[in-house]
């Protein structure tokens, strides 16, 4: 995982289940955006707002207004906090 300064931009390339754990399980929560192969990008508020599956394939991303997508871990490419 790379970390940085609260005021600069991270990103991590080869995103993995567990990185993504890691950032939302760490003890201070930012915001970050999860961006697919295709273009879309999804950007998780909280850390309530995103869930994996238990065998890691995939995971839904909640939207402020209740709706939720299911990404196939396949199709990440960026996680950019």
Do not use: N
């Amino acid at each position: 995982m790379v970390l940085a300064a609260p005021h600069k931009q991270v990103r991590i390339w080869a995103m993995t289940a567990e990185q993504l754990r890691a950032i939302c399980d760490a003890h201070r929560f930012r915001p970050f955006t999860i961006h697919l192969a295709d273009g879309r990008r999804f950007t998780v508020l909280h850390r309530d707002f995103v869930s994996q599956s238990p065998g890691g394939r995939t995971m839904i991303v909640y939207g402020s207004d209740e709706s939720f997508t299911i990404l196939d871990w396949h199709l990440v490419t960026e996680l950019e906090v």
